[in-house]
């Protein structure tokens, strides 16, 4: 009898990686089965550090529950939809009707139907470097290619829009605009969005602008949605949802908007694909689209967090503080979202693989945190923390952070 050949996983695999849930967990969660305990500082999931939903969102899902048990529209609720229309018109974004919302479970769905609706083998899809990864994954899952434009983290990670210019083709079909931006803590500038707005027009891109931290934002920093900014012959996808801003992240409740009146009487061959894509997965957790409605229209209790004496205000300070503190590493201030993105001086830190870097720091420290390069940043220089645990905790775990960079050598 000939040997049985191995099961192996799809070749469309074979560049597509997701390393905020990598192999470093897997050495995290084999400390905890030996009852270690590990501060995990990897992943932006507010709940575990005891950031939990409004209770008026929490009451409007319980009391709907009776009436959610069947599939609903494969667009999502329309009294959710409703709502998010009315934010759409709040944030100015214009010609969005219930029609044009998608509602998903989580965004993290709604970007892998995006891109698999667009793009063919080949076409490439312009996304930033460093980038919230799933982008990288999904446009390569999809068939496509994913091409990193450089922000710059000299002018405060803005994109720097001579390099996108420089990386468009006759292949490229779309761009990906992350504000406020994972991993750096960036909030564009309406400027900067204006002129990547302006090269995607040039060369009839789509836009997506992935928007799910549009609400956390620190000292004098103001959000303006891409789709607000750009003009009626542009087809922009907005996606944001209830994760970070409502502390929803287990409810899995996303959604996504197509604006551009214009643009979209040339796109309904896409939106067509993507309306087969969402009825393919029959609808979204219809329990958790009773939340939306009640979040988007109720008290805004994230700027309880965000304001002074907020706690993730103290918690974005202390973590910036002590980083620039620590002698070769540098940090940026983050205008918005969750996280530190800081440097390390390859002058003082010679590091060759920084995956290895974060794994001797989970064996010796017991604190987990990204490599850079998880987020397609091209040079081993740099980590991602995230900043949601109490700031006394964050504050400890600096300190251990430094102890093992001052002994630290590859």
């Known amino acids: 009898m000939d040997t049985p050949s191995l099961f192996r996983k799809s070749h469309k695999l074979d560049n597509v990686c997701y390393d905020i849930r990598g192999p470093v967990l897997e050495h995290a969660k084999r400390l905890e089965d030996e009852g270690q305990r590990i501060l995990k500082l990897n992943i932006g999931n507010p709940a575990p550090f005891g950031f939990e939903a409004p209770e008026e969102i929490l009451q409007d899902v319980m009391r709907n529950l009776p009436t959610a048990q069947g599939y609903c529209d494969s667009k999502g609720l ?25 509602i998903g479970n989580g965004v993290s769905e709604l970007i892998v139907m995006a891109l698999q609706a667009l793009l063919n083998d080949g076409d490439e899809v312009l996304i930033p470097a460093p980038d919230y990864p799933l982008w990288t994954a999904a446009a390569n899952l999809s068939g496509g290619r994913a091409v990193h434009y450089r922000c710059d983290e000299q002018a405060d990670w803005a994109p720097d829009v001579d390099d996108v210019r420089a990386k468009v083709t006759s292949h490229t079909r779309a761009i990906v605009i992350i504000n406020p931006n994972n991993p750096t803590g960036a909030v564009y500038p309406p400027a900067v969005v204006r002129e990547l707005l302006e090269v995607a027009r040039q060369h009839d891109l789509v836009v997506f602008s992935d928007e799910i931290y549009d609400k956390i934002l620190y000292d004098d920093a103001e959000h303006v949605s891409t789709g607000a900014l750009a003009d009626e012959d542009q087809l922009v996808v907005t996606m944001n949802g209830l994760s970070k801003s409502y502390r929803c992240a287990g409810f899995r409740s996303g959604w996504m908007t197509l604006s551009g009146s214009v643009a979209m009487q040339r796109a309904q061959d896409y939106i ?41 205000l103290a918690q974005r300070d202390i973590t910036y503080e002590k980083l620039n503190a620590i002698p070769g590493v540098s940090c940026t201030k983050a205008k918005g979202a969750l996280y530190a993105f800081p440097r390390l001086d390859p002058k003082v830190y010679p590091i060759q693989d920084d995956q290895k870097l974060v794994l001797d720091l989970l064996l010796q420290e017991k604190i987990l945190l990204v490599q850079g390069t998880a987020f397609n940043w091209p040079e081993p220089d740099h980590v991602r923390i995230v900043t949601l645990p109490w700031a006394d905790q964050l504050g400890d775990a600096l300190d251990r952070f430094e102890r093992f960079l001052s002994r630290y050598r590859q």
Do not use: W
């Not at 959710?80 to 044009?100: H, L, N, S, T, Y």
């Not at 229209?297 to 907020?310: A, E, K, R, W």
């Open 272 to 312: 067509q694909g993507v309306n087969m894509l969402a009825s393919m997965r029959l609808c979204a957790n219809v329990p958790a689209q009773h939340a939306i409605q009640t979040a988007l229209g109720g008290y805004q209790s994230i700027n309880d967090l965000i304001l002074p004496g907020g706690r993730l």
């Open 78 to 102: 329309y009294s959710a939809r409703k709502a998010i229309m009315q934010e759409c018109q709040r944030k100015e974004i214009p010609g969005v009707g219930i029609e044009d919302i998608f």
